[in-house]
């Protein structure tokens, strides 16, 4: 009897849920609600969100690493969502032109190049470049098996991410602050790069070489217990002025990994067609939900209200996704019938 293969329902599910966190963070959906909505959502919940994509990509990751041409497969796969975008952001930007030739003209050339390959013509698309870039680094120590050098880079970069962002107050006056403006000098912000990418990626590579998942005990209370540490590192930051941002948080590498791994051992089931959906959607409604209130803007609709706003963002976005998902499997069946007729 053949063994099933094992399902990732819960975790595209979640992937799709993450999708729509990121949303709240950049447009702060629920400013309308005052600043104790904006903490508790924009700046603390909805931030497991791209840890969760980072952790998730590099779980999966590992499950073809050593596959040859995997490497080269995976990353073109990236290049090819990135390329899309970037054209379709410029298209829409068109209006915009003569500002951006300005700003070309006085950033030069090494502006252009970090604009193009660390930050992204949006700000949400940063993440992209940031996890090809990681997934290169996390592949050269995994090529020749240095996992505990890999650990021990992943916690250093770690902990620069978060001493230049949110625990920069308690670095800003000492001598770390050159270790900061020496990687911002590249990336910008501990936000890019490999600060964020390589540390959570190889979570979801430990996870997966050493089936953490399979030896946690009762997650739910490590859940519980981390997102009250969680809660507790934000409201200390965010209470006495500490940070400069809120991308990144130690408690992260702890709460995320245990959404992860329940996720990872999750019973839910829903249909393969559904699951399939979910996992391409999240993809394109993270990709394209910078656009729509740029278009939105262009249109001269305002919507006031943050949480109205959200909303109507949410269902643009997703029914591009849904209709560019569908294309897409549609291509794939189609491609998969004239091959069957070409055996």
Not at 77 to 88: E, F, H, N, R
Request: charged share 15%; proline share 3%.
């Amino acid at each position: 009897m053949e063994k099933e293969a094992k399902r990732y329902d819960a975790i595209n599910i979640l992937r799709i849920v993450c999708a729509y966190l990121v949303i709240v963070i950049h447009l702060i959906a629920f400013q309308s609600l005052g600043d104790t909505a904006i903490y508790v959502t924009s700046d603390f919940i909805c931030r497991i969100s791209v840890p969760f994509f980072f952790i998730t990509s590099g779980y999966f990751f590992y499950l073809k690493v050593n596959k040859e041409g995997y490497l080269k497969t995976y990353v073109m796969k990236l290049i090819k969502i990135y390329v899309i975008a970037t054209i379709v952001y410029l298209i829409v930007f068109i209006p915009l032109i003569p500002f951006m030739y300005q700003m070309f003209v006085k950033g030069g050339i090494g502006f252009t190049l970090k604009l193009f390959l660390v930050n992204s013509i949006s700000g949400a698309m940063w993440y992209f470049p940031a996890l090809i870039i990681s997934i290169c680094v996390v592949n050269l120590f995994l090529k020749k098996d240095l996992i505990k050098p890999l650990i021990v880079t992943s916690i250093i970069l770690l902990l620069i991410g978060l001493m230049g962002d949110s625990y920069y107050g308690l670095i800003k006056d000492s001598p770390f602050i050159h270790i900061i403006n020496g990687y911002n000098f590249i990336f910008d912000n501990t936000r890019n790069g490999i600060t964020f990418g390589v540390p959570f990626i190889t979570i979801g590579v430990l996870i997966n070489k050493y089936k953490i998942n399979e030896k946690v005990k009762k997650p739910l209370i490590f859940l519980i217990s981390f997102f009250i540490i969680f809660g507790v590192e934000v409201y200390f930051l965010i209470h006495n002025g500490i940070a400069q941002d809120y991308n990144i948080y130690f408690s992260e590498a702890l709460v995320v990994p245990i959404i992860f791994i329940i996720a990872l051992n999750s019973k839910i089931k829903i249909s393969d067609k559904a699951s399939s959906y979910m996992r391409e959607m999240s993809v394109w409604i993270y990709v394209f939900h910078s656009l729509i209130p740029t278009i939105l803007y262009f249109c001269k609709i305002e919507i006031s209200n943050s949480i109205a706003r959200y909303l109507v963002v949410c269902v643009i976005v997703t029914l591009i996704a849904y209709i560019i998902t569908k294309i897409k499997f549609r291509k794939k069946d189609f491609n998969k019938m004239v091959n069957k007729k070409n055996i």
